[in-house]
C-alpha cells in the first residue's frame, strides 16, 4: 500500500517520540512491501517561533493533502506560564482538530499483565482491564465562546453540544462496542448541566438502534472514582470533551505510566495518531520519554487503513520490550539507562526478525555504549 503521512513532531518530547513511530512504520513498510512517505510540518510552540502560528497555513495544506497525519506533543512552560499570552501552542492542535474534523478521539486503555506491579493500583483490581475511551473531540467547552472582561476580573468558557454533534460519535462507540464486550457507559454531568441532559437523551435514543449494547450512564465525578476501584467493569466510554481528556489520563495509572496511551483522531475525512500525553517538556532531549504511546498511535494508524497484520507485530514488539524490561525509567526501576531510542531500536529489530527468540535484553545491554 502506498501512503502519504504528516508527521507534526511538535514541542518537547514530542519530536523524539515521534522519530521511533516513524523508524518502526519504516521498518513496517520495508517487511510488508509498502510505500510509506513521511511528509514533515511543524505546529505548536516550535512553529510560533518560525512563523507566529502555531499551525501555520502550509502545515495545513500538508495534513490535508497526505492520508493521515502522525503528531508528536506540543506545548511548552513559556506559555503555559504566562496567562496573558496572544498566542498558544496549544491553539494550533485545536484548530488542527476542528479544521480537519476530527470530531472522535479513541483511547484505549489496558492493563499488562506483564506491568501490572507497575500501577500503584491493586493487581487484582486491574488485571485484565480493557476500555476503549470515545472522546468528543471538536465540540463542548472547548470550542464555545470565551470571554473576559475589560477589567479582567471575570471570564466565561461556554459548552456547546448540538444533536449532530452527539449522534455522531454515539454511533461509533455504539459500533466499537458490538465487536467489543458490547457495554457503553456514557459518562456525563446530566444532573447539574444542561448540555450533559442532551447527551443522555441523544444517547439513550440512538441505542435503541443497537439493542446487542447495553447501555449505562455514569455521573463523571463517580467515573473518576470507578475507574480507580474497578476499571474491569468499562468496555467503551463514551464522553465529551473536556470529561475524556480528564478521565484518560487518569485511566493511564491501570497501565502504568502515561507514556503507553495511543489514540486515533478520527472524523469523516480525515484522520490523526498522537499520544495522549503532552509535551513533557522536563524530559525534553534527555532520552527518558516513554516512546510507546507515539509507537502504539502508529499502530492503530495502521488499522485504520485495514493493516492489520502490520499492526499487530508492532504490537507484539510493544508486549516483547515490556516483557523483557527494555522501556524507559517511567516503567523500568532496574535498568534506568534504557533510552527513548534504544526502545524504538529494539520495537525496529523485532519488527525485522520477529522469529528470533535469541532476542533479549542480553542483546541489549551489550550494546550498552550506545545506551545514555
Ligand atoms: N496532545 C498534546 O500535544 C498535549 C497533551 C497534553 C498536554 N499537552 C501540553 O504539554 C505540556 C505539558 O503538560 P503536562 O505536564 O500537563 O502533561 P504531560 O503529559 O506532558 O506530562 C505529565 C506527566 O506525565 C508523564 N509523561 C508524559 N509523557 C510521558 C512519556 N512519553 N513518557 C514518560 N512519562 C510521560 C511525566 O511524568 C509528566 O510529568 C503543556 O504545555 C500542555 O498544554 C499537550
Ligand atoms: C493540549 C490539549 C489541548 C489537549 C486536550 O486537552 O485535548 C491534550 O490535553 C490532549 O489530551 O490531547
Ligand atoms: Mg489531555
Keep these: 500500500m502506498k501512503l502519504k503521512i504528516a508527521v507534526l513532531p511538535g514541542d518537547g518530547i514530542g519530536p523524539e517520540v515521534t522519530a521511533q513511530a516513524v523508524k518502526v512504520l519504516k521498518a513496517i513498510a520495508q517487511e510488508f512491501d509498502h510505500s510509506f512517505q513521511f511528509k514533515y510540518a511543524s505546529a505548536g510552540a516550535v512553529a510560533i517561533d518560525e512563523t507566529g502560528d502555531p499551525l501555520p497555513k502550509e502545515t495545513l495544506d500538508v495534513c490535508k493533502a497526505t492520508d493521515a497525519i502522525l503528531f508528536g506533543a506540543i506545548g511548552d512552560p513559556k506559555y503555559d506560564n504566562n496567562p496573558d499570552a496572544q498566542v498558544r501552542p496549544e491553539q494550533g492542535l485545536l484548530k488542527l482538530r476542528k479544521e480537519l474534523g476530527l470530531y472522535a478521539n479513541i483511547r484505549p486503555v489496558k492493563a499488562y499483565d506483564t506491568l501490572l506491579d507497575k500501577s500503584p493500583l491493586k493487581k487484582q483490581f486491574i488485571k485484565g482491564t480493557d476500555i476503549c475511551i470515545y472522546r468528543e473531540l471538536t465540540g463542548g467547552i472547548y470550542f464555545g465562546e470565551k470571554t473576559l472582561s ?3 476580573n471575570t471570564a466565561s468558557d461556554l459548552c456547546v453540544y448540538s444533536r449532530s454533534e452527539i449522534e455522531r ?8 462496542a458490538q465487536s467489543r464486550k458490547r457495554k457503553v ?12 441532559r442532551l447527551w443522555r437523551k441523544v444517547v439513550t435514543e440512538i441505542s435503541q438502534e443497537y439493542k446487542d449494547v447495553k447501555l449505562d450512564y455514569l455521573f463523571v465525578d463517580n467515573a473518576a472514582m470507578q475507574i480507580i476501584l474497578n476499571p474491569k467493569q468499562f468496555d467503551v466510554i463514551l464522553t465529551e470533551n473536556m470529561f475524556g481528556d480528564i478521565i484518560s489520563d487518569e485511566a493511564s495509572v ?11 483522531s478520527v472524523g469523516d475525512y480525515f484522520a490523526m495518531f498522537e499520544p495522549i500525553h503532552g509535551s513533557y517538556p522536563q524530559a525534553k532531549d534527555l532520552g527518558i520519554a516513554n516512546p510507546i504511546a507515539s509507537i502504539l498511535s502508529a499502530a492503530m494508524l495502521l488499522d485504520h487503513f485495514e493493516l492489520y497484520e502490520e499492526a499487530e507485530l508492532i ?13 524507559t525509567p517511567d516503567l523500568n526501576t532496574k535498568f534506568n539507562h534504557i533510552s527513548t531510542t534504544k526502545v524504538g531500536d529494539f520495537i525496529e529489530d523485532f519488527i525485522n526478525n520477529p522469529k528470533d527468540t535469541n532476542m533479549n535484553f542480553t542483546n541489549i545491554h551489550l550494546g550498552q555504549s550506545t545506551i545514555i
Design 150 to 152: 475589560e477589567d479582567g
Design 169 to 176: 460519535i454515539t454511533h461509533l462507540a455504539f459500533k466499537s
Design 185 to 196: 457507559t456514557l459518562v456525563d454531568k446530566a444532573n447539574v448541566l444542561e448540555s450533559s
Design 254 to 264: 491501570i497501565g502504568g505510566s502515561i507514556g503507553l496511551l495511543a489514540s486515533a
Design 315 to 327: 504490537r507484539e514488539g510493544v508486549e516483547r520490550s515490556l516483557k523483557l524490561n527494555i522501556t
